[in-house]
């Protein structure tokens, strides 16, 4: 039929056409254009509405974090003041040891060395006395008072240090007793 009209009009029933299809082919573009727009508003949402979930959570595990950094300062301190009343009731205890030891003394023992020994959680295991005892007798004496007191449960004078009459010098192994 398009040969049927003259050479003018067929120019202008060509534009008409490819303006027909353009226009069609616009219009199904934009619809559907539309309608993926539409169909992504539910996901724009859900998204919208779990980033904003995201932001609350993100804030409440800060504030946590920030509980949570406080409360190990906190532990930090509590610990530092524990350690410290350790190293004090370590030192009072020491002291004590030491005053009992010298306490038992029953005359002219002269001392030259204490040392205490702990174990890993700092409890006293047991205390060495190096000194010198003017006689066997007295530093038998001492041993007797050092065991007789309840702060001690056993205290051991090797042999060999009774091996002379006079000026012995001695090395005395005292253990606590797990009362202390």
């Known amino acids: 039929m398009i040969n ?11 534009i008409e056409y490819y303006l027909r299809v353009g ?9 559907l254009a539309l309608f993926i727009a539409v169909a992504h508003i539910p996901t724009y949402v859900l998204i919208d509405v779990q980033i904003k979930t995201l932001n609350e959570s993100n804030a409440a595990n800060q504030d946590r974090d920030e509980a949570i950094r406080e409360a190990e300062e906190i532990a930090g ?3 530092n003041l524990v350690s410290q009343l350790q190293q004090l009731h ?7 040891v030491i005053s009992e030891i010298r306490k038992a003394n029953p005359g002219r023992i002269s001392y030259k060395q204490f040392t205490i020994n702990t ?3 700092g409890v006293i295991e047991e205390v060495l006395v190096q000194g010198v005892s ?3 007798s007295e530093l038998a004496q001492y ?4 065991e007789d007191n309840p702060l001690f449960e056993s205290a051991e004078v090797p042999i060999s240090d009774l091996a ?15 009362d202390v």
Request: a positive charge; proline letters at 7%; charged letters at 25%.
């Open 134 to 136: 003017p006689t066997r």
């Open 164 to 178: 002379r009459d006079a000026n012995l010098p001695f090395v005395i192994t005292i253990t606590l007793s797990q």
């Open 77 to 79: 301190e509590a610990k």
């Open 90 to 96: 370590k030192g009072e205890l020491n002291s004590k």
């Open 4 to 14: 049927l009209l003259p050479p003018k009009a067929k120019k202008f029933a060509k």
């Open 23 to 31: 226009s069609t082919f616009a219009f199904l573009f934009g619809a």
């Open 143 to 146: 041993k007797v008072s050092l």
């Open 119 to 121: 174990d890993e959680q």
